[in-house]
């Protein structure tokens, strides 16, 4: 929950939270999908999961899953990235708070 009150956190979970919503709208309408599929197949599609159980069917939907895989699957990495590395920084922290504070009752 701390990684909340950092900027850059918050700016990347936005990102990622809309852009899996603009696929879920854009399927619904485009492909006639229910919701939960289009949601469904816009996270599976950014994860790069792909099951194959769904696909786009028109052309312009396949234009756009080409361009929303890409831009997609970037803002989730970066987003996942970024919150690996915080993860590593707080492990670092308390490793380095605990070798320092055995060192000192030496």
Request: charged residues 20%.
């Amino acid at each position: 929950m701390s990684l909340l009150r950092n900027k850059e956190f918050r700016t990347l979970l936005y990102l990622v939270v809309i852009t899996l919503i603009a696929g879920a709208i854009f399927y619904h309408f485009y492909e006639g999908w229910n919701w939960i599929d289009s949601l469904y197949f816009s996270s599976v599609t950014l994860t790069t999961v792909g099951y194959g159980d769904l696909h786009p069917t028109s052309g312009i939907s396949k234009i756009f899953t080409i361009v929303y895989a890409v831009i997609g699957i970037g803002i989730l990495f970066t987003f996942i990235n970024f919150w690996a590395n915080e993860r590593i920084k707080r492990i670092e922290k308390k490793i380095k708070n605990g070798v320092h504070k055995r060192n000192n009752k030496r």
